[in-house]
């Protein structure tokens, strides 16, 4: 059962003085005699009385509180954004709410109008791979609330962002199965309707050009989950046995399709090589240990509430807007070795 919060009618009642003299007496108003101060202010500490902070702050039209929307908490590198949204909010004076979409539209929605009801000074969103529309973050602006997107943005809306130049780190990583040796490379890819799925088909396809390699649509598979490629990594491979190969889309993709060639009894790397996108911890305890592309979460997540915090506490016009993009590195393991 929930215990009765002690307010400042409570305190009146027991000293039998009004409500307004126990709230001038609390912040020491110097209209009020010491020894009235000195009692409320006793009995206040005796009943453990704590200011309606959320009152207060919703008379001055802020509740310094910020949401952040994502799609899953339990992957690596949204959590480690949300390590460095937290950092720097909470040194601000900052609360954060955080909110989990699942990768589910409905939810998302439903995510937007919980911290519209909190009345949150500002929000950080990563968009699902299932959202299409998107009136839900409008209702943000319409609200005049200020929002930063990071990583999965909403090409529609224009606002602050941070990003990773996704193109780029797919070049990085084809590029590299290239110059090991692969003959052969696929791409498995995430739904096309993420800008950063397309940006890492555009990176794979302009490595493939540079290299004078002919690119093979059916080479690219959607496939951006573990469980899909524990389903489907036998099947693309038995359809297509020449791949020697393989960059995937995120570090939980590459490691399930590890496991799904190995389990055929092939070797990684000697038969096929496979490089990842993230560098999570699972990257390193991989066996192999996995090739990837570090996405740098943290720093992501502390741009991210930088450019929001800046644009709750500075007047800027309304078409100021910045997009910070943070530049992935290569970094070699033992999935991927000279053949």
Known sequence: MRLHQVTIKDIAKILGISISTVSRALKSHPDISADTRNQVKDLARKMHYEPNALAMNLRRNKTNTLGVIIPEIVHHFFSSVISGIEDIAYDRGYNVMVCQSNELYEREVINSRALLANRVDGVLISVSKTT???????????????????????????????????????????????????????????????????????????????????FDQALVLQCDTRELALENTERFLKAN????????VND????????????????????????????????????????????????????????????????????????????????????????
């Open 132 to 214: 299409l529309e998107f009136d839900h973050f409008r209702n943000f602006s319409n609200q005049g609330i200020p929002m930063v997107f990071f990583d999965r943005i909403c090409p529609e809306i224009i606002c602050d962002r941070v990003i990773t130049n996704d193109e780029g780190g797919a070049f990085l990583a084809t590029e590299h199965l290239i110059t090991i040796g692969c003959k052969k490379i696929a791409h498995f890819a995430a739904p096309q309707n993420l800008l950063i799925g397309q940006g890492r088909v555009s990176g794979y396809q302009r490595a493939l050009k540079q290299y004078q390699r002919v």
């Open 252 to 339: 939980s993709t590459a490691i399930a399709t590890m496991q799904a060639i190995q389990k055929m009894g092939k070797n990684v790397p000697s038969d096929i090589s496979v490089i990842g996108f993230g560098d999570g911890p699972n990257a390193l305890i991989a066996c192999p240990s996995l090739s990837t592309v570090e996405q740098k979460g943290y720093e992501m997540g502390t741009e991210a509430i930088k450019l929001l915090v800046h644009k709750i506490e500075n007047e800027s016009p309304a078409d100021s807007y910045q997009t910070k993009v943070l530049t992935p590195t290569l970094i070699a393991r033992e999935s991927t070795k000279w053949k």
């Open 241 to 248: 046995p020449d791949v020697d190969g393989i960059f995937a």
